[in-house]
């Protein structure tokens, strides 16, 4: 019940799984279940409960009914048995490297990864005695010349936050594989729709559900999905331990937000597209950094390995844009919205900075980076947004 039917479409599983009418008075939606205590009429039934505390009820910082659904759902879309639900995407990656890493490991991360990633691992992990390496997200195969014995847990994004890169995932995972380490994967950019990570040899899937699960900007969530019941159990033990509980309010917004994916996606899909393509061809670009355009390093990546492209990308603007013109053009914007995060129905648009914070290798572009995320506007409504904004750029 709790899993889509296998020998329907995917997108049909994502209208029907974690749903149980049967169990809900006929409601369609699974309701909103709020609860700390659950209570049992006898020793043995408590005891009994217990002993199934992470997949029925029990106590609720394990979970209601409500935060059940979510996690079968989100399970059956990237293609695994288990899932837990956090309160955001960073405790969903906290959780997956505390659980699988201890005092005198070793963990690989890639330079791709999102920010609070990287500062989590170097301050957090490295304070409990993990010893962090950070590699170029175009690797390869090559990971294996920094392996060490002693490495527990590879950790990868694909494509990287900001920068794009398409890091190779099953050729990663052959070495970790071979070495005994774990290949953790931050899936979110494909929100686990256009990229299927056990089917690449990933042992643990993260999603910040909070972006394109959700899809409404109106909910923090995070997502830990594996294949391993024993990964499941010490994940779910660990995310207990920590005290996380992610609120099933915001559980029935992902559950709500699954079920319209398959509808979001393709257009966030498109309109990326069609904005990017546009970009690449005005004088003000130096180059974009959208997985399904050439220019983008790991390209020929993600045509072998993903199946779409969400609305997440970057421009780099030629050099001699002063930050007068970049405010010029960012502040006047009328449809792009400034802010962090993304995967919502509205577009945004942010100035970053990855030579300051690439480690790995040296940033080759000196212009100014913008990243945007196509939202569900129309699409010409957006290029009319953005060309006025570069019009800004020089007057
Ligand atoms: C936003 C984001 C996160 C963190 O998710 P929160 O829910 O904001 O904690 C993790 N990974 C990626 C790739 C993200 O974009």
New binding site residues.
Partial sequence: MAHGKKTHHPDTRLTTSGRNPEANFGIVNPPVYHASTVIFPTVEALHKAEEHKFSQTFYGRYGTPTTFAFQDAVADLEGAEFCIALP????A?AVALIANCKAGDHVLITDGA?A??LVFARTILKKFGIDITVYHPMIGADIKDLMQPNTRMVFT?APS?ITFEVSDISAIAKVAHAAGALLAM?N??SAGYYFKPFDHGVDISIQ?A??YIVGHSDA???TVTMNDEKLWKKARITAGALGHAAAPDDCYLGLRGLRTLAVRLPRHQSTGLKLAKWLAQRAEVDVVLHPALDSCPGHEIWKRDFTGASGLFSVVLKEGFDQTAIARMLDNMDLFAMGY??GGYESLIIPADPGSSRKAYDWPHKGQTLRIHAGLEDPDDLIKDLEAGLNRLTS
Avoid at 88 to 91: K, L, P, Q, R, Y
């Fill in positions: 955001s995407g960073m405790a990656i999102y609070p990633t994004e936050s931050d979110t950019w910040a909070t972006k923090m969530l995070g995060s993304w």
